[in-house]
Structure formats: C-alpha cells, structure tokens
C-alpha cells in the first residue's frame, strides 16, 4: 500500500548536519501525516518530528526544536528531515513512518520504512 525507503545516514562529527530522505511509493502519498522517529540502542523508540498532508502543520520533539526540520515534497513523493548542530545524543536509526492521522504515538504509524543509521562522534 505505502512503501518507504530512507537514506542519507551517515557518521558526522557534533555541530555537523545531515539531511535524511524518505521515498514513498504507493497509493494517496499526499493524504498521509509523515513523521520521523529514532531509536537508540537499548531505548524505546522516540518521536522527532512530523508534518501534515500540506506540510504546512509540523510538530518536533522539545530535544530537537530549532536543530531540526521537517519538509515534504508532495509531487516528488518524498519527505526530509534536515538536522543541524548535531549532538552525539542524537546517535539512532531514523524511521520515516506514515499515519492516517495526526499523532506523534508510533502506534497510530501504519507503514514504516527499513531506517538509516545516523551516527555523531563528539
């Protein structure tokens, strides 16, 4: 139905930036709220960050307003999380994941992508 594929992971040194890409493929792209999500070895999956059908409605956890941002690009079927002054705190796999709904809970996510390792050396 939705598919995903995300890329642009990688090790970068603190202060750095990373910009993640989401490719979806399937039906009604447009009309899904699109988030992004991280999980860290040993800990729970966390919400980052997730933007409207429009992209005109975000939301971000408080650990990463005003490092990260949330755009998508409705006619190319791709969603971006831009990250600035990275921290080694921010070391996780990131999911891009998309939701019927408007929700930060990944339980209200259906379709999730394989993720990417960002990694951030101090």
């Known amino acids: 139905q939705v598919q995903l594929v995300e890329s642009g992971g990688g090790l970068v040194q603190a202060g750095g930036s990373l910009r993640l890409s989401c490719a979806a493929s399937?039906?009604?792209?447009?009309?899904?709220?699109m988030g992004w999500f991280r999980q860290a070895p040993g800990k729970e999956r966390e919400f980052v960050a997730a933007a409207s059908w429009s992209g005109t409605s975000t939301s971000y956890a408080d650990s990463v307003k005003g490092r990260f941002t949330i755009s998508r690009d409705n006619a190319k079927n791709t969603v971006y999380l831009q990250m600035n002054s990275l921290k080694p705190e921010d070391t996780a796999v990131y999911y891009c994941?998309?939701?019927?709904?408007?929700?930060?809970?990944?339980?209200?996510?259906?379709?999730w992508g394989q993720g990417t390792q960002v990694a951030v050396s101090s």
């Open positions: 399937g039906r009604t792209f447009s009309r899904y709220v």
């Open positions: 994941a998309a939701s019927t709904e408007w929700n930060i809970l990944a339980t209200s996510y259906d379709y």
